[in-house]
């Protein structure tokens, strides 16, 4: 009995799968959707440098795990893939792109870097909502921990 509500847990935890984004691949490159979790398979599908929104099974073997996106699905290096942070984006949802992984973005009081920094997101962030006006590439956003001023060139 134990072992069946172990394994309902974990099958309704994996069915409730994060959305996610893909991180750390180059804007002139792609992140490999593969059929086995291996570099050697055979590709099956591709993902966008900044592809958002991308279901993670749970299925996972060593740093792999199997991922959907846009009706395909395969297996990928979760080396490229943050997982939104809880609860996952919805419509208008973002997620950082194009921050190194040890840096971090700056969010903050308004349009520009001269404006006071206000807090931080993580390179891997998603869930990232617009709430307001815009400023040339500057818009206002609301991290779910403070609302501020990114440049939206760093944001899927």
Known sequence: MRTLIVGLTLLI??????????TGVRANDVLN???????????VGVLAPAA?????????SGNWCVVAFNGLSGWVNMRYIARAAAP?????GLC????AGNDRLNVRAGPGSGHAILDSLSPRACGVRRTGPCSGRWCEIDTGRSIGWVNMRYLR
Request: proline letters at 8%.
């Open 13 to 22: 935890s994996m069915a409730a799968a994060e959305a996610a984004c893909v």
């Open 33 to 43: 959707m593969r059929e086995f979790p291996t570099n050697q398979a055979a590709i």
């Open 52 to 60: 958002c929104g991308i279901d993670v099974s749970g299925q996972c």
């Open 88 to 92: 996952a984006p919805g419509p208008g």
């Open 96 to 99: 950082v792109v194009g921050v």
